[in-house]
């Protein structure tokens, strides 16, 4: 490979909650072993060297006065777009900049919903969709997502028209890839579930941040893309945030094609007066959608596949009683505890605690709204999946044994 995804870093100290802070309460690492960050979705993983060098860069001018967002800026949305998810007729004017998703989410049900108004959402749910849209006052209405025969997760098509028409509902999330199931869904589910929501008049907020990370050759389908309806009445939101471990620096954006929608979203997004890009956070995207970006996203894709082929193998042949979907995109696993919790007389809690002590900072799964969950994630060099399945082995699901 051409860039370096087997060092493990040292992040202490360096503003990296996912490694400063256990997420588990009351939970402590055992002396003797060391801390392997599974939990909050960032990566463990030196981001692209094209990203550093243009904030270095920029960086080494020292004015950083008020600006704009330049041509380049742009320029690279359009480039990646077309190249990474074959997007074509991409104008300067369908894109907006938003400070995060969830912002962008917020800004979109605000301009076009009333306080206490029903939105749809499947559910396992993001848990930052459940305390934003809570949070600002509007009901959610859970559509749960069911496992075929083959375990893979599917939207209840029927249940969605329902609870559209029981709520009276006209707004409503579609997260693609799905997190935390790792759906990435194929062109026939999103026409069908786009088809439900045109039927009854409902917009859509497509969050598509995981849209790069993709797993074992599955593809990216843009919900937009899937029909003339969808092109105008889909909010569509991403950022170089997940793919490339930017988080921290902020920075989203939303694709709009539908000028009302656009007008009134923006409009919205203005309102706080503190929807606005930070230099460094410009650049950073412009480096990180060069081609090395693209290389270095494809060579990532694969890490991530050979984490999680391995994860899901070692825990569908060795944990009795825990149970996953093989997830297609994202780079976490969303494990169902039950069966291990109930034969073993333990709660989730103290499954969770027993993994914290050696070390696997995993996390609490049921705030996405499954009841003996446990989310993890795979995004650390692969050495740190293999030992992190051997400690949970020997330590907490086949100790006993």
């Known amino acids: 490979m051409t860039y370096d995804f087997t060092t493990i870093m040292d992040r202490t100290g360096k503003d990296s909650i ?40 920029r960086a080494k001018h020292p004015a950083f006065g008020y600006f704009s967002e330049s041509d380049e800026y742009f320029d ?11 997007v074509t007729g991409l104008t300067k004017e369908c894109i907006g900049y938003e400070n995060g998703v969830l912002g962008g989410l917020i800004s979109a049900l605000q301009a076009f919903c009333s306080a206490g108004d ?24 859970h559509s ?16 969605m028209d329902a609870k559209i028409k029981k709520h009276k509902i006209h707004a409503a999330v579609f997260c693609s890839p799905h997190n935390p ?13 786009m088809e439900v929501y045109e039927a009854n008049d409902c917009f859509v907020i497509a969050d598509e941040i995981w849209s790069d990370l993709l797993l074992n050759g599955n593809k990216h389908i843009p919900t937009q893309s899937v ?25 989203s954006y939303h694709i709009i094609y539908n000028s009302y929608l656009r007008d009134r979203v923006e409009k919205q997004s203005s309102l706080s007066h ?30 991530l596949s050979d984490n999680v082929n391995y994860a899901y193998d070692y825990i569908t042949s060795h944990f009795k009683g825990v149970t996953l979907a093989k ?12 069966q291990w919790c109930r034969e073993h007389e333990k709660t989730l809690d103290e499954l969770l605690k027993a993994g914290v002590a050696v070390g696997v900072i995993w996390q609490d799964g049921r705030p996405f709204h499954r009841p003996y969950a446990i989310r993890v994630n795979l995004a650390v060099p692969h050495s740190l999946v293999e030992e992190a399945m051997a400690r949970l082995d020997k330590y907490v699901f086949n100790c006993g044994v």
């Open 327 to 338: 997830p297609e995109g994202t780079y976490m696993l969303y494990l169902n505890c039950e």
């Open 76 to 86: 690279s949305i359009i480039r990646w777009q077309e190249q990474r998810n074959q």
């Open 118 to 141: 029903a939105v749809l959402l499947h559910s396992p749910t993001y848990v930052g969709f459940t305390g934003s849209i809570s949070n600002n006052g509007y009901k959610i209405v």
């Open 181 to 193: 199931c790792g759906r990435v869904w194929e062109r026939w589910e999103i026409e069908k579930a």
């Open 227 to 251: 029909s003339d309806w969808a092109k105008n009445n889909v909010i569509a939101l991403y950022a170089p945030s997940k793919t490339f471990n930017l988080a921290g620096l902020i920075g």
């Open 274 to 303: 503190y929807n606005s890009m930070n230099v460094l956070s410009m650049h950073a995207l412009i480096g990180a959608y060069k081609p090395e970006g693209a290389l270095w996203v494809d060579e990532l894709r694969q890490v």
């Open 144 to 159: 749960d997502l069911v496992q075929d025969e083959n375990g893979v997760w599917r939207m209840d098509y029927a249940d």
């Open 18 to 57: 996912a490694v400063d802070i256990i997420p588990v309460p009351d939970a402590k690492v055992q002396e003797g072993f060391t801390k392997i960050p599974m939990w909050v979705a960032d990566m463990n993983f030196a981001t692209a060297p094209t990203i550093t060098d243009a904030i270095i860069e």
